[in-house]
């Protein structure tokens, strides 16, 4: 009998370290950081002394963008219906026709840089969304800001623009 009584002993002595332990502490998934939209006055502008791309330039761009957006659809549609682009009478003078022609096509043009601009800014504003906003495609290098409010939509550095821009002309000049 002094076996079972020894194996008795162990197994209350293991029941009691089990029950003495500490209880493990249920480990939860961690919370969701939830972004809380910034906020900035109608009136801010980006300043240098600013980290370069802070959530703040991020806000003030992304609302630049959409703005200019919707001013270039506004017109774009108010050209296309209300403008002289409906303008169906036919002149008997031949003069007429061809300078309300040219009139219409350079306002055709006029209309489609325009749809190539909202593509651009649909594409920055993507950037803006992927971080990449504000950065040069080609480098990797800021932009600047005084360049990104000139033209919210640019893509490169000034020198990689230009780069661009040397080796679009001796494309076109082959």
Request: one cysteine or more; glycine letters at 2%.
């Amino acid at each position: 009998m002094p076996k079972t009584s020894k194996a008795k002993k162990k197994t209350s002595k293991i029941k009691s370290k089990i029950k003495n332990k500490p209880k493990s502490k249920v480990i939860s998934k961690p919370k969701e950081i939830v972004k809380v939209p910034i906020k900035i006055s109608k009136n801010y502008i980006p300043k240098d002394n600013e980290k370069y791309m802070c959530e703040k330039h991020k806000v003030f761009f992304k609302i630049k963008l959409q703005d200019w957006k919707k001013e270039l659809v506004k017109a774009n549609n108010e050209a296309l219906y209300n403008g002289s682009m409906d303008d169906n009478s036919i002149s008997a003078d031949i003069v007429d026709q061809a300078s309300s022609y040219t009139d219409k096509n350079v306002e055709m043009k006029a209309i489609n840089r325009q749809i190539k601009l909202i593509s651009e800014i649909d594409k920055a504003l993507i950037r803006i969304k992927d971080d990449t906003y504000g950065y040069c495609l080609d480098t990797a290098e800021p932009i600047g800001l005084k360049r990104l409010m000139a033209r919210p939509v640019a893509k490169y550095t000034i020198a990689a623009q230009e780069k661009h821009e040397k080796n679009e002309k001796v494309h076109a000049d082959d």
